[in-house]
Structure formats: structure tokens, C-alpha cells
């Protein structure tokens, strides 16, 4: 019955011969039932999706790269708060070029450079039929490895950094998992904003390597999640800057905690990730008396209620212009060919510290 | 030294008899330091202090009442988040008389029933001198006891109610300690505003007699820490009311965790206390999937941050409105005299559950 649908809905091309002429460079990275992804994901002729005609207010565009982010997978698993319905393409986000439109499309053109304002679209295939409405123009000078990920990590470190606390020059922000790709924008951001980082890491051989990475992009302070605990640390990193007034989380358990005895009264900190597996545990004091505030973020439903809104679009064009200016770097990007999806997720599920790998679609 | 400074700010009589035609009924209850409530608490004379003549804008009081709360004896204990400068009088509640007044005092007249609008004043003696924009006129016809204990729980239960999620007919508030005396006024504030309650208290010998207690109050649910871990309990709890958009949390640990189960997408868990000693645990997912957020709240500070605007005597009119028409009930209140400290002190330190004994200074 899945294999039913599958055909239905990607038009997949059997060993039967059947449809052999519609055989064409539209396919995508397909799966019909959640699980280990690379068992899953087959890779599907979609042609019959793709190359029918435009209905009035679609756009034919063609991938030219998406990433694989830890959430793809866990969407593949079964386990991500998003369920796509099935069957479905993997990926969430990607840049595209438009190379077809409607009759009635005014919003974009051939040629132009756009990425999917909708999440859960599917990003791990050539080609896509999308509605106007759901595609945003970007600048074409930004290069492909990094226009790929503009949608999610660095407008996390964005919203995090402007929706909470309202920040100014001279406050001071900390954060852990600060190698993260998020934490590794929201470093670059806060320094466009002269806004201080105390940048939480784990200790690992390449520490001093790593620092001199976060401290060139503008990291405060960089120190690992032992020193967060020691004093004299401490003290001297407060010296010169006041205590934070926004904690960003991406860790949890022990380290959150940590972080938050640092936090400034009245503080927030917002958690977006857990990599520890453990819960954020707040002592009772730091809610009572000092009153701090504890918030969670997620780029999916930030999105979900800002459609229809300029926001995203105001966020995009600005962080493109830090990226047109060398001011914004993504982090180290790997590019990869669709065909060799196993090695990509692979390398994903195996958390090559660092490193994004980023389907590059052959024109 | 400490007996120095005490001499010097409340006039204590010694036994040397030197000022003993000053001995008058003026008294409070005095620490010179920190700790044990029964070792540094001494009755001292304050009449120097109350006896003197009034500036223009202050006003002299006679105590009525005023209640022995477990924050007034952690503040005594010196390890409360208030630190009052020492000698210090006990006590942060109470309801006074008008006694006299300073040439140009127009807020308030002789006789009139008052409460002290700022926290720390001291209200366990019979007299004080206060400014009058210290001072809130209330409704003489609320019994003293309860008038004695309007600043601290209901206004809790009230603004917890009021200040984190708006909250309409038909929405529903879970709360844990429900039995508490906060817990008490937020049950019969909710059924006021036609707001349902789940109401969580651990299981005890006398579970039925209470449960039926809070039910003739107004609770909709009551239920054990147990039945709230059961599905079969919960389901049927959800049968008919919506998933609560707030959760009023005085427990921590694993029993606030539990009610944050249940809290609906979007809703918000306010701390107030944490008698299990446990920090409060939230999972990533509740943060970041689920969009709750985690908030303390304490009197102190809503004071703190509310003084100079109308918000304190608008809330007290009401509240003291509902007391009137019976809408609002205290809980049960054991009077005791002012120089039967040791008792009262002892028995709220035992925890006695559900009795607030309350101070009744002689005329």
C-alpha cells in the first residue's frame, strides 16, 4: 500500500520498464514510511509532479543546493515534532532558481534566486512545483552553500538574540554548544550589535583551536563548561562586562544550569536545543526571587506565525546584506551530491563536529 | 554592639530602670541578628520610637493583627531573598488603627482601618510610625484576621490569576499545593471568573474532608499527586474542561513536571514556592515544542515594581469587595497574643497544615 502511494504521488519509475521515456533529471530523495533514513529514502523519479503544466499561480524551480540538518533526519524518523504527510521529500530548507511560471505569477521571475518560505516543503530534490506565495527572492550574490541554510540557523540566532530581551550596545549574552551553527551566527550577530558573548563550549583537544575560531568571529569570552564553574573564572570575565541578560540554551541538564546561575535578574533564557538529553532544571530561587524567565524557540513555528507578515523577508534581506559584507560566515559547509545521500546522512548521524553537508544539485 | 544598636533605635528598657516612667504598652517583637526566631526574637519597649511627636506627613498606628507567615520566620532566620537592616521588628502583614496623625497628613484620619503598603515596616508590635503614602485605607467591616493577611496570598492568587496569560470564562488553571493558602483564594478567585481548577494535593489521611472543602470553595478538580500521573484519572478530568493554559506551581520537582504534562501548547507554569526543596524540571520539548513558558512570581517584587501607581489599592478593593459578599474565605486562622510569639513561631515552624495563626494585639 505504500509502494501504492509512492507511485501515485512521485510517479516512480520501476524496473518494469512502464514510463521509461518520462525518465528525466526531476527526482527526489523520497520516503514512504518513517524510519532509519537509510533504509527509507529512495531515490524517486518526480517527474510526473514536475513537469506538468503550471496552474496560474505556480512556479517551476529548480534546486540548486539544501543542506542536512540533525532535524531532517529526525523528521525521517519518525521522531521530529513535524510529521510530513507520506509519502514525502526530505529536507526543510534550500535554495532554488525559478525556471518556470504561471500566467498569473507577479512575484518572481526566470532566473531569479529564491528559497521556500514554507517549511517541511521537501528540499532533497532537483525540481519542485511550488505557489508563488511561498517563495522568497534572495540575492543572488550570496553563494549557494550559504543561501542554502539562510532559513534556519542563522535566523534562529537572530530571533533568539531580538525577541526575548530587549538588548543594547554593552549587554552581555551567554550561551553553550557555542560551536553550534547557531551559536557560531549568534556570536557574529552580537557583535554587529556590540552586544558582549560568553561562549560556552565543551573541552576537547582542539579547544584552544576552536577559541581562536569563535574569538575571530567575534566571541567576548570563550571558555568550556568546567571553567563556567570556577570562581575565579568567573570573576574575571566579569570584570569588564556586566553579568548576561539573555541565555541561549542548546545543551541542557547540568550546563543550562550552570549558565543561568550567571544570568542577571530578570534575565530570560531561551532553550532551542537539548543535545544532553537531560531536562532544563531550575533551581526555585531563580524564578522566585531573581525572576528569571525560562522560553523555548523553534524556527518552524516562528515561521508558522509570522505567514503573512514582512518580518521574514525584513530578517532575510538584512542578514543577507551582513553576508554580502563578509560580516556573517557560515559555518564549515561541505557540499555533497544528491546521489550520495547515505554518506551525507551518514556523516550527520555520526555529528562531524563543525561540519554541514549540503546537497549541491547538478543543473 | 548589637545590644548597643538596639538600645539606640528602640529605647529598650533595662533592668538598670533607667526610663522606666516611659514603660507604656508600645512593644514589638526585635531581632538584633539573624537566626533561630526563638533565640534572637525579644519583646523590646519601642515607645521612643512611637512616642515622639509626628513629622507633618506621618501618621501613628495601633496594630489590630498581624500574621506569622514561614517567610517572616526565613527572614528572621536570615536566609529569605529580603534582608531587613538589623535591629529589626518581625513581620511583614498586618492591619492597624489610625491613632494620630501630622499637621498636613490628608490621606488618611484617626480611626480609620489601614494596612502598610510597603513590605519590611515590622508589623509585629502595637504601634509604629509611618508616612502616610505608606498607608492604605481599607474596609473596616473585614474582619481583622483576614484583613491582618489580605497584602501577601490572596493578592498572590490574584495576580498570578491576572498577569501571565490571559485568561477567560471557561479556561482552565492547574494548580499544585492547592490546599495552600494562596491555593485557597486562587480556587475561589477562579470560580469568581468562571475559570475551572485542577487542583493537585498529596495524598493524606483526611483526603475526602479536604477535597470536600475545596470543592464547597469553588475547585472543579481535586485530585491526588497520584491520580494526576494516571491516564484514566486525567482523561476524565479532560472530558469536559479544556487543558489548562496556566499552571500555578508552589511544589517543584517531579510533581511540577507532572502538572507541565498536562499544561496545554502555549501555556505558562508560575512559581511561587517549592516546598518539595526540588528544582523545578522542565523537558527540551515542553520549551521548544510546546512553547511553555516557566515564570516566578513573588509579592515582594510585583510591590517592589508597583509602587506610585493605583494597581495595590484597586486589587485590595476588590479583593476586600468578594471578602464581603462572602465570595472569598480565608483560611482557617488561629488568633494568638503578641506575647505568645514562641508558641505561634513554634507551631508555624512545625507546619501545622491549613493554620495561619495570626497575631491579636489588646487594644
Not at 22 to 44: A, F, H, M, R, W
Not at 59 to 76: E, M, Q
Not at 165 to 191: C, E, F, M, R
Amino acid at each position: 500500500m505504500f509502494a501504492k502511494q509512492l507511485f501515485a504521488k512521485f510517479n516512480y519509475i520501476g524496473l518494469n520498464g512502464k514510463r521509461l521515456l518520462s525518465l528525466s533529471t526531476n527526482y527526489g530523495l523520497v520516503y514512504e514510511e518513517y524510519g532509519d533514513p537509510i533504509q527509507v529514502l529512495k531515490k524517486c523519479d518526480i517527474s510526473s509532479k514536475t513537469s506538468r503544466p503550471l496552474k496560474a499561480h505556480e512556479v517551476k524551480v529548480s534546486y540548486l543546493a539544501s543542506p542536512v540538518n540533525p532535524a531532517d533526519i529526525n523528521t525521517i524518523q519518525g521522531v521530529y515534532a513535524v510529521k510530513p504527510q507520506l509519502p514525502a521529500v526530505g529536507g526543510n530548507e534550500g535554495v532554488a532558481r525559478v525556471v518556470g511560471i504561471g500566467s498569473d505569477v507577479k512575484a518572481v521571475k526566470e532566473g531569479d534566486r529564491v528559497i521556500p518560505s514554507s517549511s517541511s516543503t521537501g528540499t532533497w530534490r532537483t525540481h519542485a512545483i511550488l505557489p508563488e506565495k511561498d517563495l522568497i527572492i534572495i540575492d543572488p550574490d550570496i553563494d549557494v552553500l550559504t543561501a542554502a541554510q539562510l532559513t534556519v540557523n542563522p535566523c534562529t540566532a537572530y530571533r533568539m538574540l531580538k525577541d526575548f530581551i530587549p538588548l543594547t550596545k554593552g549587554d552581555t549574552v551567554i550561551q553553550n554548544g557555542a560551536n553550534s551553527a547557531v551559536g557560531v551566527y549568534a556570536i557574529q550577530l552580537a557583535k554587529e550589535w556590540q552586544i558582549n558573548t560568553i561562549n560556552v563550549i565543551r573541552q576537547r583537544p582542539d579547544f584552544a583551536e576552536l577559541k581562536h575560531k569563535l574569538v575571530s568571529l567575534g566571541a567576548t569570552h570563550v571558555i568550556t563548561e568546567e571553567e563556567l564553574r570556577q570562581k575565579d573564572v568567573m570573576d574575571s570575565v566579569f570584570k569588564n562586562i556586566p553579568k548576561p541578560r539573555l541565555a541561549l540554551n542548546c545543551v541542557g541538564g547540568k550546563n543550562a544550569t550552570d549558565c543561568m546561575r550567571h544570568l542577571d535578574s530578570n534575565g530570560a533564557m531561551v532553550t532551542y536545543g537539548g543535545m544532553s538529553k537531560q531536562p532544563v532544571i531550575i533551581p526555585t530561587g531563580a524564578l522566585i526571587f531573581k525572576d528569571q524567565k525560562f522560553f523555548g524557540y523553534w524556527m518552524t513555528r516562528w515561521y508558522r506565525d509570522n505567514t503573512g507578515n514582512n518580518e521574514r523577508a525584513l530578517m532575510l534581506k538584512y542578514l543577507c546584506s551582513l553576508i554580502k559584507t563578509g560580516k556573517l560566515e557560515s559555518p564549515k559547509s561541505v557540499a555533497i551530491g544528491l546521489d550520495e545521500y547515505k554518506d551525507a546522512i551518514n556523516k550527520t548521524m555520526a555529528g562531524f563536529a563543525g561540519v554541514k553537508y549540503v546537497f549541491v544539485m547538478k543543473p
